[in-house]
C-alpha cells in the first residue's frame, strides 16, 4: 500500500520572503501512458464549476462578494488562451438553487492545514466530482497562502485552499501576489500540473523530458524555483540538444504575481487530457445542465457579485447574552440543528434566543438571497 501525498503549498516567511513547501507524488500525477500524445487540438471550451467557501473567524472578517467575482474572472483571464474556463453554478449538489458561495463563521477560519486540512474541507465540501471547491480562510500557519490537490487524489480531499489576502484582482493587498495568480497556480495542481523546477535538472534530454521533473517537455527544466521578477534570460539548468533558459514567466512557478504571464502548449493540453479523463465528470453535460451552465452574466450570482466596491456583507450577525441578531437587507430564513443532524427550530425573525436549547453543539443555517451561511457553536 503506497501512501499518496499530492499537495502543494505556497508558503511566505514575511513580507517579501517567499518559501514553499511542495511534497509531490509523481506516480499518482501520470494518469496517462507515456504514449500519450499531449498535441490534441484545442477544440471547444472546456466549462468547470467552481465553488466558493468563505470561512472566517468572525462575519465581519468576510472577504466581500466583489472579490470572489474578481477571483473568478482572474481565473478566466489566464486560462482563456488553454480554452478552460470556470463558472459559478446556478443549481447546488442537490439542484438548489445558488450563487456557488457559502459563508462561514468557525475558527478554522485560522487554518492549520498540517493537521487540519480535512476537518476544514468538511466544514462545507461540495461533491468535488462535480465541482471544484475553493476554500478561503483568513489566515495560514506557516504564512501559507494557498495549497491544492489534484482531482481524483484518494488521499485527501481535492480542491484549492486560500488565504483570503490573495484573493481577487489587482486588490493592491499582499502585493507582489495581489493579481489572482495563487489561484490560477493552484489550479494548476488541480489539474495535474507539477512545478517546472520539481526536481531540479532532471528530464534535461528529450528521452527523459517527459518522465522526469515536472513530466513537460516546453517547460525547461529549472535547478530551483525563481522569486519576485526574474530576467527571461534566466538559466540554471544545462538541457541537451539545446540548451534553453528558465520558465520563469511561467503559471507553475513561484515568482510575483505580474511577472507569471503563460502555461506552455504541453502544459495546456495535460490540463485538458486530466479533465476529460479523471475529471471528466466536472465537465460532463449531464454536470453542466445540473449546475445550471452559463456565463458569469447569466449567472444567479450576478446581483451579489456586482454589488458596489467595497460591498458590505450582506448579513450580520451577533450575539447579545443567549439572544443571536441577525441584519440584513434581504428576507431571511433560519434553521437550527443539532449535532445529530435534526433540525431543532426555525424562522424568519431577526432573532432568536438559545436559552430554549439544551446543552450542546449547534449549526445555525440563515439562507439570503446572497447565499448560504452557517455558524457552530457550542451552548454551554
Ligand atoms: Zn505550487
Given at each position: 500500500?503506497?501512501?499518496?501525498?499530492?499537495?502543494w503549498?505556497?508558503?511566505l516567511?514575511?513580507?517579501?520572503?517567499?518559501?514553499?513547501y511542495?511534497?509531490?507524488?509523481?506516480?499518482?500525477?501520470?494518469?496517462?501512458p507515456?504514449?500519450?500524445?499531449?498535441?490534441?487540438?484545442?477544440?471547444?471550451t472546456?466549462w468547470v464549476?467552481?465553488?466558493?467557501?468563505?470561512i472566517?473567524?468572525?462575519?465581519?472578517?468576510?472577504?466581500?462578494?466583489?472579490?470572489?467575482?474578481?477571483?473568478?474572472?482572474?481565473l478566466?483571464?489566464?486560462?482563456?488562451?488553454a480554452?478552460i474556463?470556470f463558472?459559478?453554478?446556478?443549481?447546488?449538489?442537490?439542484?438548489?438553487?445558488t450563487?456557488?458561495l457559502?459563508?462561514?463563521v468557525?475558527?478554522?477560519?485560522?487554518?492549520?492545514?498540517?493537521?487540519e486540512e480535512?476537518?476544514?474541507k468538511?466544514?462545507?465540501?461540495?461533491?468535488?466530482?462535480s465541482?471544484?471547491?475553493i476554500?478561503?480562510?483568513?489566515?495560514?500557519?506557516?504564512?501559507t497562502?494557498g495549497y491544492a490537490?489534484?482531482l481524483g487524489d484518494?488521499a485527501?480531499i481535492?480542491?484549492?485552499?486560500?488565504?483570503?489576502?490573495?484573493v481577487?484582482n489587482r486588490?493592491?493587498?499582499?502585493r507582489?501576489?495581489d493579481?489572482?495568480?495563487?489561484?490560477?497556480?493552484?489550479?494548476?495542481?488541480?489539474?495535474?500540473?507539477?512545478?517546472?523546477?520539481?526536481?531540479?535538472?532532471?528530464?534535461?534530454?528529450?528521452?527523459?523530458?517527459?518522465?522526469?521533473?515536472?513530466?513537460?517537455?516546453?517547460?525547461p527544466?529549472?535547478?530551483?524555483?525563481?522569486?519576485?521578477?526574474?530576467?527571461?534570460?534566466t538559466?540554471?539548468?544545462?538541457?541537451?540538444p539545446?540548451?534553453?533558459?528558465?520558465?520563469?514567466?511561467?503559471?507553475?512557478g513561484?515568482?510575483?504575481?505580474s511577472?507569471?504571464v503563460?502555461?506552455?502548449?504541453?502544459?495546456?493540453?495535460?490540463?485538458?487530457l486530466?479533465?476529460?479523463?479523471?475529471?471528466?465528470?466536472l465537465?460532463?453535460p449531464?454536470n453542466?445542465?445540473?449546475?445550471?451552465?452559463?456565463?458569469?452574466?447569466?449567472?444567479a450570482?450576478?446581483?451579489v457579485?456586482?454589488?458596489?466596491k467595497?460591498a458590505?456583507s450582506?448579513?450580520r450577525?451577533?450575539?447579545?447574552?443567549?439572544?443571536w441578531?441577525?441584519?440584513?437587507?434581504?428576507?431571511?430564513?433560519?434553521?437550527?440543528?443539532d449535532?445529530?443532524?435534526?433540525?431543532i427550530?426555525?424562522?424568519?425573525t431577526?432573532?432568536?434566543d438559545?436559552?430554549?436549547?439544551?446543552a450542546g453543539?449547534?449549526?445555525?443555517?440563515?439562507?439570503?438571497?446572497?447565499g448560504?451561511?452557517?455558524?457552530?457553536?457550542?451552548r454551554?
Amino acid at each position: 500500500m503506497v501512501v499518496r501525498r499530492a499537495y502543494w503549498a505556497i508558503v511566505l516567511w514575511g513580507v517579501g520572503w517567499a518559501q514553499r513547501y511542495c511534497p509531490v507524488d509523481r506516480a499518482f500525477l501520470r494518469p496517462f501512458p507515456p504514449a500519450v500524445s499531449w498535441r490534441e487540438a484545442l477544440t471547444d471550451t472546456l466549462w468547470v464549476p467552481v465553488v466558493f467557501h468563505v470561512i472566517s473567524q468572525d462575519s465581519a472578517g468576510w472577504l466581500p462578494a466583489y472579490r470572489l467575482g474578481d477571483q473568478l474572472a482572474a481565473l478566466n483571464r489566464d486560462y482563456k488562451a488553454a480554452a478552460i474556463q470556470f463558472y459559478l453554478p446556478r443549481y447546488g449538489p442537490q439542484g438548489e438553487p445558488t450563487c456557488g458561495l457559502t459563508w462561514h463563521v468557525s475558527p478554522l477560519g485560522r487554518h492549520d492545514w498540517t493537521t487540519e486540512e480535512d476537518t476544514l474541507k468538511k466544514l462545507c465540501l461540495w461533491p468535488p466530482d462535480s465541482f471544484v471547491n475553493i476554500w478561503i480562510v483568513d489566515e495560514m500557519v506557516l504564512s501559507t497562502v494557498g495549497y491544492a490537490r489534484a482531482l481524483g487524489d484518494t488521499a485527501g480531499i481535492p480542491g484549492i485552499v486560500l488565504v483570503k489576502s490573495v484573493v481577487g484582482n489587482r486588490t493592491g493587498v499582499a502585493r507582489p501576489f495581489d493579481w489572482g495568480r495563487t489561484a490560477v497556480h493552484e489550479m494548476g495542481h488541480v489539474l495535474s500540473l507539477l512545478h517546472p523546477f520539481e526536481g531540479g535538472c532532471v528530464g534535461t534530454t528529450p528521452q527523459t523530458c517527459a518522465m522526469e521533473g515536472d513530466e513537460i517537455c516546453d517547460t525547461p527544466p529549472q535547478r530551483q524555483p525563481a522569486f519576485g521578477c526574474p530576467p527571461l534570460t534566466t538559466n540554471t539548468c544545462t538541457e541537451i540538444p539545446t540548451d534553453l533558459p528558465d520558465p520563469v514567466d511561467n503559471f507553475m512557478g513561484y515568482v510575483d504575481d505580474s511577472c507569471m504571464v503563460r502555461f506552455t502548449p504541453e502544459q495546456t493540453q495535460r490540463m485538458r487530457l486530466y479533465l476529460q479523463g479523471i475529471g471528466g465528470t466536472l465537465i460532463s453535460p449531464i454536470n453542466q445542465q445540473r449546475r445550471g451552465w452559463g456565463s458569469l452574466a447569466d449567472s444567479a450570482c450576478g446581483v451579489v457579485l456586482g454589488l458596489p466596491k467595497p460591498a458590505p456583507s450582506p448579513l450580520r450577525f451577533w450575539r447579545e447574552g443567549t439572544l443571536w441578531r441577525l441584519e440584513g437587507p434581504e428576507p431571511i430564513g433560519w434553521e437550527v440543528w443539532d449535532a445529530w443532524g435534526r433540525k431543532i427550530t426555525e424562522g424568519t425573525t431577526r432573532s432568536f434566543d438559545e436559552q430554549v436549547l439544551p446543552a450542546g453543539l449547534y449549526v445555525l443555517r440563515v439562507h439570503t438571497p446572497a447565499g448560504l451561511y452557517t455558524i457552530r457553536w457550542y451552548r454551554l
